[in-house]
């Protein structure tokens, strides 16, 4: 049994070695074929491959998602940018080669050097770029002596292109290299060092809808490093196309009305948010970033004293100056302690302790209600108004109407802007609040600072009947097909605290401001049968004493900011606008004309080329209200 046993064990085993040794000699006989295929039969093309050639794997840029206006007008594309590359394990000897090359293109053998100098320790097969978007002459040099010039490579990438130059530049923005702490940030996960990325604005909020998809080619090269074949390739992935809520036409109105000034003319629909137009200057041209600025050139355009760099219409904070008294009145109306019938009486100054409150107008306006006295702007009446409002009321009436927090347009570093009240002095400055600095901010001077965009918020506010619009400038995106992948929505924030019998009062002063002879915006009421509803105000940048002759004596840095709000038509407002002219000096002479043109401009286009018959424009009306 025990024989038997052993017998049938044999031969299992047997037949399990005999399997083994096929499975071994088929696997050998496979190996063998493959080995004879590549050496023999394709032997000679690998050993040239081996010898003269390799494989590679470049980089497809994406291009950028392209920028619209709300009509569909081209605002930012991309455009083809040609960068000097070398490989410096193909071009040996590495020298020679520079030299040569310094020659072709006429920049420095020792620049290029330095360039190449900085890959110690990073492979020699990877891309060094020598030079940005070199220029079309260069572009033919290489090209015709590049069989001089091992591992030289020129690489057509999209480059940022802006159509319009400083038009619209604070709010579309620009794009720089990516920095060190930006690469760090989970926001930035899809981008590498090098990469250009939105810095301000449109290109920086909008950064995640505007960038693409990396695409990629497996390429065979040559000794020298030139490209002998494509092997495989993926197209890159375009971004998305951002239609922005702007009107072109509009924004360069408006950038004309206030050439040659620095400040601010900021636009809206009083009914959805959108903005219409947001101007800052001066301006700058976000194509000098594109290659990238030097030290020495970015330093010099942020040193400049007008602050070319700062979007003024979202983060410039000025006294609010008279446009404040709209807040006073709705505060003072709401609080019961004025109406409608209560009158004071203005000789041109009031007493108040041991000093003298002046009125902007020297002889005074006489006996005025609250419509009269927002009308012409009267600081005696709200002198008193002041006497009888409590600065912590007037503040939270402030707030409620959106000044002093962002109003969320959805830029970065927005200025809040400072609404002061009591609490406010005494946890800033540590002393209490003296009654007498609530007559300096009912009218809008003392600590108030406000910014151009939050005071269109609140024109809007009583343009709308009261409704706190939060402020968008993206009108929708679209992919690259077309697409529609979101788009913007009117967004109440709130209701300003205000009856409908104040809305009306306030509504009337407004009127009354630009369409009766005593308003302070009598001469920069638009015509055509365009009714404008406005607030002049002019910012003191420090005080002034009796008998001052401000224009010969004050310099131009110390003179006063213009200001203008507005809404039109007034009985059904389409568009509301806000202007500040930095040292301007009165609102009504040169905010007030600037905001009338561009209304003019917005709901009569047909007749902007036209000689405006019917117009009136009285230019020497100057109301100087504080």
């Known amino acids: 049994m025990s024989k038997f046993i052993k017998s049938t064990d044999s031969e299992w085993f047997r037949h399990r070695l005999s399997g083994v040794m096929y499975f071994v000699?088929?696997?050998?006989?496979?190996?063998?074929?493959?080995?004879?295929?590549?050496?023999?039969?394709?032997?000679?093309?690998?050993?040239?491959?081996?010898?003269?050639?390799?494989?590679?794997?470049?980089?497809?840029?994406?291009?950028?998602?392209?920028?619209?206006?709300?009509?569909?007008?081209?605002?930012?594309d991309n455009r083809p940018s040609f960068n000097l590359s070398i490989v410096l394990n193909d071009a040996r000897p590495v020298k020679l080669t520079l030299e040569k090359l310094s020659q072709y293109i006429g920049v420095p053998a020792g620049e290029l050097a330095s360039k190449a100098d900085c890959i110690k320790g990073i492979s020699s097969y990877r891309p060094v770029l020598l030079?940005?978007?070199?220029?079309?002459?260069?572009?033919?040099?290489?090209?015709?002596?590049?069989?001089?010039?091992?591992?030289?490579?020129?690489?057509?990438?999209?480059?940022?292109?802006?159509?319009?130059?400083?038009?619209?530049?604070?709010?579309?923005?620009?794009?720089?290299?990516?920095?060190?702490?930006?690469?760090?940030?989970?926001?930035?996960?899809?981008?590498?060092?090098?990469?250009?990325?939105?810095?301000?604005?449109?290109?920086?909020?909008?950064?995640?809808?505007?960038?693409?998809?990396?695409?990629?080619?497996?390429?065979?090269?040559?000794?020298?490093?030139?490209?002998?074949?494509?092997?495989?390739?993926?197209?890159?992935?375009?971004?998305?196309?951002?239609?922005?809520?702007?009107?072109?036409?509009?924004?360069?109105k408006a950038e004309e009305l206030l050439e040659g000034k620095a400040g601010a003319v900021v636009a809206m629909e009083p009914s959805s948010g959108q903005i219409l137009a947001m101007t800052s200057k001066p301006s700058f041209d976000p194509n000098e970033f594109v290659c990238g600025l030097t030290h020495d050139e970015w330093k010099i355009l942020i040193s400049q004293p007008n602050r070319p760099m700062e979007n003024k219409a979202i983060k410039g904070e000025y006294p609010p100056a008279s446009t404040y008294k709209i807040v006073t009145s709705i505060a003072a109306l709401e609080e019961k302690v004025i109406d409608i019938n209560t009158s004071f009486y203005c000789p041109g100054y009031i007493k108040y302790g041991n000093r003298e409150f002046r009125c902007w107008?020297?002889?005074?306006?006489?006996?005025?209600?609250?419509?009269?006295?927002?009308?012409?702007?009267?600081?005696?009446?709200?002198?008193?108004?002041?006497?009888?409002?409590?600065?912590?009321?007037?503040?939270?009436?402030?707030?409620?109407?959106?000044?002093?927090?962002?109003?969320?347009?959805?830029?970065?570093?927005?200025?809040?802007?400072?609404?002061?009240?009591?609490?406010?002095?005494?946890?800033?400055?540590?002393?209490?609040?003296?009654?007498?600095?609530?007559?300096?901010?009912?009218?809008?001077?003392?600590?108030?600072?406000?910014?151009?965009?939050?005071?269109?918020?609140?024109?809007?506010?009583?343009?709308?009947?009261?409704?706190?619009?939060?402020?968008?400038?993206?009108?929708?995106?679209?992919?690259?097909?077309?697409?529609?992948?979101?788009?913007?929505?009117?967004?109440?924030?709130?209701?300003?605290?205000?009856?409908?019998?104040?809305?009306?009062?306030?509504?009337?002063?407004?009127?009354?401001?630009?369409?009766?002879?005593?308003?302070?915006?009598?001469?920069?009421r638009p015509g055509g049968g365009i009714e404008m509803s406005g607030k002049t105000g002019?910012?003191?940048?420090?005080?002034?004493?009796?008998?001052?002759?401000?224009?010969?004596?004050?310099?131009?840095?110390?003179?006063?900011?213009?200001?203008?709000?507005?809404?039109?038509?007034?009985?059904d407002p389409k568009i509301a606008v806000s202007v500040i002219v930095e040292h301007g000096e009165h609102g009504s002479s040169t905010a007030a004309p600037i905001a009338r043109e561009l209304i003019r401009s917005y709901l009569n286009p047909e007749s902007e080329n036209s000689n405006n018959a019917g117009v009136v424009a009285d230019y020497n009306i100057v109301y100087d209200e504080y």
């Open 25 to 76: 000699t088929a696997a050998f006989v496979v190996i063998f074929l493959r080995l004879f295929y590549l050496q023999v039969i394709e032997g000679e093309e690998f050993r040239r491959l081996s010898e003269n050639n390799c494989i590679r794997l470049q980089r497809i840029e994406y291009p950028r998602g392209l920028i619209f206006d709300r009509n569909g007008i081209l605002l930012v």
């Open 131 to 252: 030079k940005q978007d070199i220029g079309r002459n260069a572009l033919a040099a290489v090209e015709a002596h590049k069989y001089e010039l091992p591992g030289v490579s020129i690489d057509v990438q999209p480059k940022r292109y802006y159509l319009h130059r400083n038009s619209a530049a604070h709010l579309i923005g620009y794009l720089s290299e990516i920095s060190s702490n930006e690469l760090k940030d989970k926001k930035y996960l899809k981008n590498k060092p090098g990469d250009f990325v939105g810095k301000s604005g449109i290109e920086k909020s909008f950064e995640n809808y505007l960038i693409g998809k990396r695409g990629g080619r497996q390429v065979e090269v040559n000794v020298s490093g030139q490209v002998v074949r494509v092997l495989e390739n993926i197209d890159a992935e375009a971004g998305n196309s951002i239609y922005l809520t702007i009107d072109q036409r509009l924004q360069k």
């Open 361 to 524: 107008k020297k002889g005074g306006h006489g006996s005025v209600n609250v419509v009269r006295a927002l009308a012409e702007s009267c600081d005696v009446f709200f002198y008193n108004v002041g006497q009888r409002l409590d600065i912590d009321k007037l503040a939270w009436y402030a707030k409620a109407c959106g000044l002093g927090a962002p109003t969320g347009i959805g830029f970065e570093q927005e200025g809040a802007g400072l609404i002061p009240s009591a609490i406010w002095k005494k946890k800033r400055i540590g002393t209490a609040w003296s009654s007498g600095e609530t007559l300096s901010a009912v009218i809008g001077q003392g600590y108030n600072l406000v910014t151009p965009i939050q005071m269109l918020v609140l024109i809007s506010s009583i343009a709308n009947g009261g409704k706190r619009i939060k402020p968008v400038v993206m009108k929708r995106i679209e992919t690259p097909e077309g697409r529609l992948i979101t788009e913007s929505s009117p967004e109440i924030l709130g209701n300003i605290p205000i009856s409908q019998n104040t809305i009306d009062i306030v509504s009337k002063s407004l009127w009354e401001a630009v369409n009766k002879n005593y308003g302070t915006a009598w001469g920069a």
């Open 538 to 571: 002019t910012a003191q940048v420090f005080g002034r004493k009796e008998g001052d002759d401000e224009k010969k004596r004050v310099p131009q840095h110390l003179r006063p900011h213009a200001w203008f709000v507005a809404y039109a038509p007034s009985s």
